[in-house]
């Protein structure tokens, strides 16, 4: 299996990074054999700094790791022909699985990455590699770099090191500084067909096919919430009481009501990641710190303030993953006032909810498109708010209250 595999509905960007990769891979072979480092030929589709945008589950971060692993490729295979990425190989193996020492992944669990995390990675990058082709880091949440972590980065990526490879992921190019943008090669990937995304859950993760039609077309090619749709039944459950919520928002009671089950849900959620991480976390950083595991004994002196940190960032942690869970919630509910709009327009556009189609038909059949509209913007500026740090009651309690109006 090619590490390019599990891009799915991407062949061109797969075949620009392929590109790139060959000719990486062309230009570590001639300074190994010049014995130190050469120009890069003109014309040459190997660039420093990368920046792969594209909707929400599009597959940023997963063709970012397949790049990675592809410039690690040591398959003897690649110099006949095949090009690198073989997936096989150690060099690809390790780059996937994420232990290749010279392959550095970054992901937040937190709604920002500042400046102290950004300069670790900046003075690692400023390393040759320690065994592979290319010192690799891939920078999966670019977009939520603050400013004063941004200027940090700008630096390395004005004067990159000889064989350093920056890949950052973020929503769209608007969402990087103009300056870190500018001195890197764009990717842009595209939302997957809703067949395709079925056809990787079938294939890769052995869900029904039933099952991942149904899960694909739900998402609308979001191939991390097919997944997760696919493979917990939780979530199918969180699922379906979002898409009941427009026939209980009838009266102001019913609007109140709905507003905090939704913030419920999302505390549940973080809740449900925060027992799953939280407590390893903890036992690994007490076994680190010299406390005996599962005995819950005192830690040794001067490591308070290393728990207290490891406590703070769960919190954040917490707090991004239940205004994420809030956010899906929406974006689901505005799919359900979409496929609304698309009956009472006669659209043939396939419908997303179609396990939703009884509600669909009896909302559809109850207002006007206008009205369906109008609903469809008070969940937008509900999300918009939300981004503003209004109180997430408050702001949902309002936005209930807007469906009820239409």
Known sequence: MAVWDDLVGQDRVTEQLAAAARDADALVTAAESADGPVETPAGSRMTHAWLFTGPPGAGRAAAARAFAAALQCVSPDRAYGAGPGCGFCDGCHTALVGTHADVEVVRTDLLSI????????????????????????????????TEGAGNVLLKAVEEPAPRTVWLLCAPSIEDVLPTIRSRC?????????????????VRRDGVEPELAARVAAATQGHIGRARRLATDERARARRAAVLKLPLRVADMGGCLKAAQELIDAAAEDAKQVAEEIDAKETEELRAALGAAAGTGGRLPRGTAGAMKELQDRQKRRSTRTQR?????????????YRDVLAIQLGSRVGLANVDARDALERIASGSRPESTLRRIEAIGACRQALDRNVAPLLAVEAMTVALRAG
Not at 127 to 137: E, L, T, Y
Not at 328 to 335: D, P, Q, R, S, Y
């Open 185 to 201: 090669r764009s990717l842009t990937l595209s939302t997957p067909s809703v067949a395709a995304v079925a056809d990787v859950l």
């Open 114 to 145: 500042g400046v102290k995390e950004t300069r670790d990675l900046v003075r690692r990058a400023q390393m040759s590699p320690a065994g592979g082709r290319w010192q690799v880091i891939v920078l999966e949440d670019a977009d939520r770099l």
């Open 324 to 336: 994420d869970s809030l956010d899906l919630a929406l974006t689901e509910l505005a799919g359900f």
